[in-house]
C-alpha cells in the first residue's frame, strides 16, 4: 500500500490493487472501501485537496472523491 493521506478529520489509504480504505481520524472506524480503479495497479499516495481525495492509477487515470 502507499503512504496514507491525513484529511481534516480522517485517514484515507489505497491498496496497490487500487482499493480506497478511509478511516475515521478519532476511532479509526472504517467508513468507506472503495475500488478506485478496476483492472489497474496504484502505487502512488492518495492526495487530499479541499474536501476531495485524489489517486491516481498506473494507466495515467485519476478518480476523485468526495472525503463524505
Do not use: C, E, K
Amino acid at each position: 500500500p502507499s503512504a496514507p493521506a491525513i484529511g481534516q478529520d480522517d485517514v484515507h489509504v489505497v491498496s496497490s490493487a487500487g482499493v480506497l480504505t478511509s478511516l475515521n481520524g478519532d476511532d479509526g472506524n472504517i467508513y468507506r472501501g472503495f475500488r478506485l480503479t478496476p483492472g489497474h495497479w496504484v502505487l502512488a499516495a492518495p492526495t487530499v485537496a479541499d474536501g476531495v481525495i485524489y489517486a491516481s492509477a498506473m494507466d495515467g487515470s485519476v478518480t476523485a472523491l468526495r472525503v463524505r
